[in-house]
């Protein structure tokens, strides 16, 4: 960035999805813009930014063959659940930040976005985000059926444990 260039009016608001869920991005407007993009988790009301500044880091990815397909391992599977060989690489990536507090996404909102008078973002920080694939009513576990007196709503994957007392 040039000493005289000002900051910011460089970021477009648009409506977007983040993880099946509305939401809103910031999209470079101009070149001279200093992010890729900016994405809003609605879920967790944080702002991440990715900016063009590189960085290097060490990444897991696969391991290929000649034809460029994942080789297999051969026996079991590693720590984290791959069932493919994997080998550790420095790679370029972008440099990326997370806002977490409504004051400061808004104050670089107003930075940054040349629309974010006509942009209705604060709707985006009033809504409850819901999971009803996480929860689930209990009425059998196994073939045992559940009292109506038991039956209790529950995060998936949780383990029910009930005292015959």
Not at 153 to 161: D, H, I, M, R, S
Request: hydrophobic share 35%; aromatic share 8%; net charge positive.
């Amino acid at each position: 960035m040039k000493k005289n260039q000002e900051l910011g009016n460089n970021m477009l608001l648009i409506t977007s999805i983040f993880r099946t869920q509305e939401s809103w991005n910031l999209v470079p407007a101009t070149a001279d813009c200093p992010y890729v993009e900016c994405m809003f988790d609605p879920e967790s009301k944080i702002l991440a930014c990715i900016s063009k500044v590189n960085k290097q880091s060490y990444h897991m990815v696969p391991k290929l063959d000649d034809n460029g397909d994942p080789l297999r391992l051969k026996m079991g599977k590693r720590e984290n659940g791959n069932t493919i060989r994997e080998q550790r690489v420095l790679v370029d990536t972008f440099s990326e930040f997370y806002i977490t507090k409504k004051e400061e996404i808004v104050a670089f909102l107003k930075i940054f976005a040349c629309n974010e008078s006509t942009f209705d973002y604060d709707a985006f920080f009033k809504v409850k985000v819901e999971h009803p694939e996480r929860e689930r009513e209990v009425s059998h576990i196994g073939n045992l059926k559940v009292p109506a007196s038991l039956t209790a709503t529950v995060k998936k994957n949780t383990k029910l444990k009930i005292d015959q007392t």
